[in-house]
C-alpha cells in the first residue's frame, strides 16, 4: 500500500491532460513539415514531441536543423496553430468543475507545460480558467521537460515543497519531470502516452479521465489538504 500523502500543490500539464489538443497540435506540425517540404515523420513520433519546447521539438524530430530551419518551423508551426486551423480542440469533458472542486477543497493549482506563453494565455482567457490557477510556467520559461526546472519553478512561485506538490499529465516527460523535481506524478491516459509506457514510470496512480481525479485525492490513499491532521 502506498504512503499516505498530503498534497497542497497541483500541477497539470495542458495538451493532452486538461484540453483535448493534440490532433490539433499534430496536424500543426504536419503542415508545418509539408510547408517546409521536410521529411515527414511518423505520427507516434510528432505525438512524442508533444510537452517539449517547439525548439526541442524539432531538434528531436530533425536533429540536423539548423538555426534558420529552426526559425522558419517555429513560424510555419506558429503560424498555424495560432491561425485558423480547423481541428477542435476543446477541454476534456468536467474540466473547469475538477478544477473548481479541488480549489474548493483547499488545493492550489498550477500548470507546467512546453506551449509557449503566448498560447498558453490565448488558451486561459478562451477556457476562462486564467483565475484557476496560482502560478503557470512555459517552455520559454525554463528549461524543457523532462528537466526540472519548469516544476521546480511552479513550486517555487508558490512556495510548496516536493512532498507536497502533485504533477498530472498525459506523456511520460511529465512523469520523469516529476521525478527528476522530487515530486509524485500522476498519469492519465487522455494524450500523448497509452498505460502501458505511462506505468513503466511509476505514477502514483494512471487515471483514464480527470473527473477521477478529486475522488481519488480524497479517497484513493490521499488526504486533501483540509483533512490533514
Not at 540536423?64 to 481541428?87: K, N, S, V, W
Request: hydrophobic share 40%; proline share 6%; charged share 20%.
Amino acid at each position: 500500500m502506498k504512503q499516505i500523502r498530503n498534497y497542497q500543490l497541483l500541477v497539470f500539464d495542458w495538451d493532452g491532460t486538461l484540453m483535448d489538443s493534440i490532433g490539433r497540435i499534430v496536424h500543426c506540425l504536419q503542415g508545418a513539415i509539408h510547408a517546409l517540404g521536410l521529411e515527414e515523420r511518423p505520427r507516434q513520433a510528432l505525438k512524442d514531441v508533444i510537452g517539449l519546447g517547439l525548439q526541442d521539438a524539432i531538434l528531436q524530430l530533425y536533429p540536423e536543423a539548423d538555426e534558420a530551419l529552426c526559425e522558419a518551423f517555429t513560424h510555419a508551426y506558429r503560424e498555424r496553430y495560432l491561425g485558423d486551423d480547423p481541428t477542435p480542440s476543446p477541454l476534456f469533458p468536467g474540466v473547469p468543475q475538477v478544477l473548481a472542486d479541488l480549489e474548493a477543497a483547499g488545493y492550489w493549482l498550477g500548470v507546467a507545460t512546453g506551449m509557449s506563453r503566448k498560447g498558453l494565455d490565448r488558451k486561459l482567457t478562451s477556457t476562462g480558467l486564467g483565475s484557476r490557477f496560482l502560478v503557470t510556467r512555459c517552455a520559454e520559461e525554463a528549461f524543457s521537460k523532462p528537466h526540472p526546472a519548469l516544476l521546480q519553478a511552479v513550486m517555487d512561485y508558490a512556495g510548496v515543497p516536493p512532498e507536497e506538490t502533485l504533477m498530472i499529465g498525459d506523456s511520460v516527460l511529465d512523469l520523469q519531470m516529476a521525478a527528476n523535481a522530487g515530486t509524485d506524478g500522476v498519469g492519465v491516459t487522455t494524450g500523448v502516452h497509452d498505460a502501458g509506457w505511462l506505468a513503466s514510470h511509476a505514477p502514483r496512480i494512471l487515471l483514464d479521465d480527470l473527473r477521477q481525479l478529486p475522488h481519488w485525492l480524497a479517497t484513493g490513499g490521499v488526504r486533501a489538504p483540509s483533512d490533514a491532521s
